[in-house]
T-cell receptor
Framework: DVKVTQSSRYLVKRTGEKVFLECVQDMDHENMFWYRQDPGLGLRLIYFSYDVKMKEKGDIPEGYSVSREKKERFSLILESASTNQTSMYLC?????????????FGQGTRLTVV | AQTVTQSQPEMSVQEAETVTLSCTYD???????LFWYKQPPSRQMILVIR??????QNATENRFSVNFQKAAKSFSLKISDSQLGDTAMYFCAFRTSYGKLTFGQGTILTVHP
């Protein structure tokens, strides 16, 4: 069974803290993605990675960075958390092919910054 | 840049009836893929149906079907014989062969008994 695992379902952090959100997939997928989900805005892409050590900015990268040292793990880093980063964060992965392969998602991390 | 628009924030339907969710997109690409994802209260995103842009035939998966109008850049989802378990947020998504997946704003669907 396909599996994308996010390290926490709920997280509460203080303003200014450095926050790490971890995502692990067991499907040997090349592509991995981080989205944030906000009401009325849908899912917005923060960063994505085509392969190990490769990353590309998405639509809203400000205030975030990522790390992909191993193929199975893609980390999202909030260098200095702010209250406007309170959101639901979703990780996804997919195989890098030309076909219509779908993306598989983790169960999300609901982050609250206080 | 690609954009995806879902103009219906919320929809409701009676059990066993049919409902259609709308989606439009904008792209200059010719080769792309379209998806409908479902997100129930558990938050787990599940693929409902997919459509390749080069295929003229509309995709169907059991009670779910799409109406793909390439020239109009429209991709609606029809759910027939609605069931209580269909209650969820539905997202339309667009992907080029390049790989980046762009989502719409989502439509909350409630199925009433």
């Amino acid at each position: 069974d396909v599996k994308v695992t996010q390290s926490s379902r709920y997280l509460v952090k203080r303003t200014g803290e450095k926050v790490f959100l971890e995502c692990v997939q067991d499907m040997d997928h090349e592509n991995m993605f981080w989205y944030r989900q906000d009401p009325g805005l849908g899912l917005r892409l923060i960063y994505f990675s085509y392969d190990v050590k490769m990353k590309e900015k998405g639509d809203i990268p400000e205030g975030y960075s990522v790390s992909r040292e191993k193929k199975e793990r893609f980390s999202l880093i909030l260098e200095s958390a702010s209250t406007n980063q309170t959101s639901m964060y979703l990780c996804a992965s997919r195989a890098q092919t030309e076909s219509n392969t779908e993306a598989f998602f983790g169960q999300g991390t609901r982050l609250t910054v206080v | 840049a690609q954009t995806v628009t879902q103009s219906q924030p919320e929809m409701s339907v009676q059990e066993a009836e049919t409902v259609t969710l709308s989606c439009t997109y904008d792209t200059s690409e010719n080769n792309y893929y379209l998806f409908w994802y479902k997100q129930p209260p558990s938050r787990q995103m599940i693929l409902v149906i997919r459509q390749e842009a080069y295929k003229q035939q509309n995709a169907t998966e059991n009670r779910f079907s799409v109406n793909f109008q390439k020239a109009a850049k429209s991709f609606s989802l029809k759910i027939s014989d609605s069931q209580l378990g269909d209650t969820a947020m539905y997202f339309c998504a667009f992907r080029t062969s390049y790989g980046k997946l762009t989502f719409g704003q989502g439509t909350i669907l409630t199925v009433h008994p």
